[in-house]
């Protein structure tokens, strides 16, 4: 199927999407929506913004839950807009 895919996406351009819904221990809810045109570019911008923090200092090397992050989230979440057609967080 991914051949007609890519075919289709050349006539109508092709998007990707993505929401998160957490619910705190409090029960209180966030949702982040982000689109973007380039799934690659944007797991790639992603991935960077967390290696830049990594590389100040901020954060140590390893496996994180977001959860685990506080302060640096901000800026990871700051940096993995650019480039995004959408993004919102409520």
Known sequence: ???IIRIVDKFVGAKNA???DVEGNDGR???LRITHDDLEQAVGIGTAAFGM???RGSV???I?????L???RAA???RSKRGTLLWEMD
């Open 60 to 62: 140590k090397p390893g």
């Open 18 to 20: 993505m929401r998160v």
């Open 64 to 68: 994180w839950f977001p959860i685990e």
């Open 76 to 78: 990871i979440l700051k």
């Open 70 to 72: 506080n302060e640096q």
């Open 1 to 3: 199927s991914e051949p």
């Open 53 to 55: 923090e990594m590389l």
């Open 29 to 31: 809810t966030v949702s």
